[in-house]
C-alpha cells in the first residue's frame, strides 16, 4: 500500500484530499492539518461567516463524514515538526508517517505589528475560523472598531463593522486605501463608497503603537494622534509558510518554487495554494497568490501529478470582494493594463473597469457587474473596440464575437 500526505488543513489541502479519490487513488491518505476543524472556506470569515449570516456548517468545504466515507485520515489539531526528504517521512508530536508522495499546502499567515502595547487584549488577526469566532465575541460588546491596513480584509471587515452599528476606523500609511492592489479610480470609489457609510478613513496614518488601560486596549497611537478604540483589528498583508520546506531544503523564493505540474525541487513533493511561487505561462511570469481559484486548481493538478498525471497549472487569476451590497469581481492585475475603459456608471453602483495593453483585454474590476466578469475572463488577452466596450448598450456578446 502507498500512503500520500498532505501538510496542511485549508482549502489547497482539503480539495487535495477530494481530487486524489476522485482520480481513483485507493491507498492511503493522511491530511494533517494543524487547525481543531476539517477544511473550511477562507473568504466568509471576514464577510459572511464575521457578520453571522453563515453558520460554521456553511463555511465548510466538505462535511467531516465525506472524510469518514472515503476513509481520508485526518490528524487535526495536529503540528508537522519535520519534513526527511531522505527518508520520506514527516515528523508529527512522537510519530513518524512515511509517504510515497507529499504535498505541502501549508498557506499563510498574518504579517504580525511589533510595536509598543503590541501585546494588550483586545488586538486581533483575521485568518483562522478562531480569530474570527474571537472577533465575533468581542464585536457584541464594542462601540468602536480601529482597522489598521486599507487592503480587502479591512474593508471588508469595516463594512461588517459598520453595517453592525460600530464606530470604524480605518487607518492606510500609503496614500491611498487598496494602493499596492488596484487603481486610483477603484480606491477612489471604494474611499466614497466607506465614507458614506460613515467610516472613518485616515490615509497617510502610520501606527506607532497602541495604549490600554488594566492590559486591554483603548486606542491606537498615531504619531502624536491617539483614535480611540475598543478594539483592534490588524491586517497589513500575509506571510507565506515556507519554514518547512526550507528546513527539508526545498528551494523557496517567496514561497515554495514549483514548477507548472505543481512539483516542487524535490521529485516527490509537492506544493499548492497562497504558499507557492509558479509560473504563470498565460501571464508569462512567476507569482505568488493569495487566491481560492489558484488553491484549489494547483490542487487538483498536484493531485493528478502525484498519481503520475500530466497536468499543466495555466489560468488567468481572479478574485472577489464583498463589501456591503457591493460585490466586486476581478480577473487578471489592473497593474498590467495601459489604459482603462470604463463600462456603466460607478455613481450606480454598478460598473465594470476594463485595463487593456496594445489594445487586448488584460484585467477588469467588475462591482456588481456579473456579465462582465463573466465575458472579461473570456476576452483575457484579446484585443476589443474601446468605444465599443465603453457603451454599455452594445451587446457584450457582439464584443465576444468580433474580439481579435
Known sequence: MTTIVIVGGGQAAGQA??????????????LIGDEAVP??????????YLSGEHDVDKIMLRPEKFYLDREIELRL???????????????????SISYDKLLI???????????????????????????????RSAMGDARSLCIVGGGYIGLEVAAVAKSAGLEVHVLEMESRILQRVTTEAMSTFYHQLHTDRGVHIHTNTACSGFVGEAGRVTGVQCQAEVINADMVIVGIGIIPNTELAEAAGLK?????????????????????????????????????????????????????????????????PWFWSDQYELKLQ??????????????????????????????????????NSPKEFMVAKQLYGKKVNPSELADPTT????????AG
Do not use: W
Open 77 to 95: 489539531n495536529t503540528t508537522v515538526a519535520s519534513i526527511n526528504p531522505q527518508g520520506k517521512s514527516v515528523q508529527i508530536e512522537e510519530e
Open 252 to 316: 523557496t523564493d517567496n514561497g515554495i518554487v514549483v514548477d507548472d505540474h505543481c512539483q516542487t525541487s524535490d521529485p516527490d513533493i509537492y506544493a499548492a495554494g497562497d504558499c507557492t511561487n509558479h509560473p504563470n505561462p498565460i501571464l508569462g511570469r512567476r507569482l505568488r497568490l493569495e487566491s481560492v481559484p489558484n488553491a484549489m486548481d494547483q490542487a487538483r493538478t498536484a493531485a493528478s501529478n502525484m498519481l503520475g498525471g500530466n497536468k499543466t497549472y495555466a489560468a488567468v
Open 17 to 30: 484530499a477530494a481530487s486524489l479519490r476522485q482520480e481513483g487513488y485507493e491507498d492511503r491518505i493522511v
Open 395 to 402: 451587446d457584450l456578446k457582439a464584443i465576444l464575437a468580433s
Open 105 to 135: 499546502a501549508t498557506g499563510s499567515r498574518p504579517r504580525k505589528l511589533s510595536l509598543p502595547g503590541s501585546d494588550l487584549q483586545g488586538i486581533y488577526y483575521l485568518r483562522t475560523k478562531s480569530d474570527v469566532d474571537d472577533i
Open 39 to 48: 477544511p473550511y472556506q477562507r473568504p466568509p470569515l471576514s464577510k459572511q
Open 330 to 367: 476581478m480577473v487578471g492585475f489592473s497593474s498590467d493594463g495601459s489604459e482603462a475603459v470604463c463600462r456603466g456608471e460607478p455613481a450606480s453602483l454598478q460598473f465594470a473597469q476594463f485595463y487593456l495593453h496594445d489594445g487586448a483585454v488584460v484585467a477588469v474590476d467588475a462591482v
